[in-house]
């Protein structure tokens, strides 16, 4: 499949900054499949209703240019090209995006959703952003590991060739995204089970140690974060290209891959 890549926001956070928010955009048989969103044109348009206050510490340049909506119509598309959008996380800059695509079907796992939008603990009720949810996505929740995938990992099948791989740490129910892409084999897009691409010795890139404190502070387990990381360098090892959500370093490594380059 012919995958492209999106950056659906520049964060310019202190110490950490520009950081990225690094989608996919999946051309298949069944319509045009989008892996996380960033930000989307509503939270440009009203930041402090819909982000709150942690856009303080993240501060996403706010310019709709950068949503996947105007990306893809700049490209030609619509949104009722995207028929489906698999999500990593419900995290604010990943799935403040969904509302631009009101018709797709929203791909998560049910502990994740759970998490976030039934029964969120403390912690939680303060970490999503439940202003971005509020356009009643449709959502397809995937329950439990999944099915044996490849590389002794577990799944679920969202659409031939793009499967929702489960790896909770940074959030309850988060998940890596896995994608054949043509020519260039098995894409994992690992959301923020990967802050900094060295903790999953991905070559090129550079030791960022504000970015790896940063990852430390905000998941929900630090046990299970590191045990990712220890699955993402096999990966790696193992020939599979693995993509953080906000190293900046490995989207540029991507250029010849953007969509519109
Ligand atoms: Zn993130």
């Not at 949503?67 to 604010?92: K, N, P």
């Not at 999503?128 to 439990?144: A, C, I, K, V």
């Not at 630090?222 to 020939?239: C, D, I, P, S, Y």
């Not at 959500?245 to 991507?254: L, M």
Request: hydrophobic share 40%; charged share 20%.
């Amino acid at each position: 499949m012919r995958v492209e890549h999106l950056n659906c926001a520049i964060m310019r956070s202190p110490f950490v900054g520009p950081l990225p928010a690094h989608a996919l955009l999946i051309h298949t048989d069944e319509g045009l499949v989008l892996v996380d969103t960033g930000y989307g044109t509503a939270d440009y348009a009203d930041p402090k209703r819909r982000l709150g206050p942690v856009r303080a510490l993240l501060r996403p340049e706010k310019d709709e240019r950068h949503t996947a909506l105007r990306q893809l119509e700049a490209a030609g598309y619509s949104a009722a090209d995207v028929t489906h959008v698999v999500l990593t996380h419900l995290d604010l800059d990943h799935a403040g995006g969904l509302s631009d695509f009101p018709a797709a079907t929203v791909h998560t796992t049910a502990a994740e959703h759970q998490a976030a939008l039934v029964a969120p603990d403390f912690q939680d009720k303060n970490r999503y952003r439940r202003q971005q949810f509020e356009h009643g996505p449709t959502f397809f929740l995937h329950d439990g590991p999944g099915d044996g995938w490849a590389h002794g990992l577990t799944g679920h099948e969202v659409v031939p060739g793009v499967t929702l791989v489960p790896m909770p740490g940074h959030s309850k129910g988060h998940a890596a995204v896995a994608v054949e892409a043509d020519g260039r084999g098995l894409l994992l897009h690992a959301g923020d089970a990967l802050f900094d691409g060295t903790s999953a010795a991905i070559p090129g890139v550079d030791k960022k140690p504000f970015l790896r404190a940063f990852e430390q502070v905000v998941g929900d387990d630090r046990a299970k974060v590191k045990q990712n990381h220890a699955t993402l360098a096999r990966l790696t090892g193992e020939g599979v290209m693995v993509i953080p959500a906000h190293d900046q370093q490995v989207w540029e490594s991507v250029a010849p891959f953007v969509l519109g380059a």
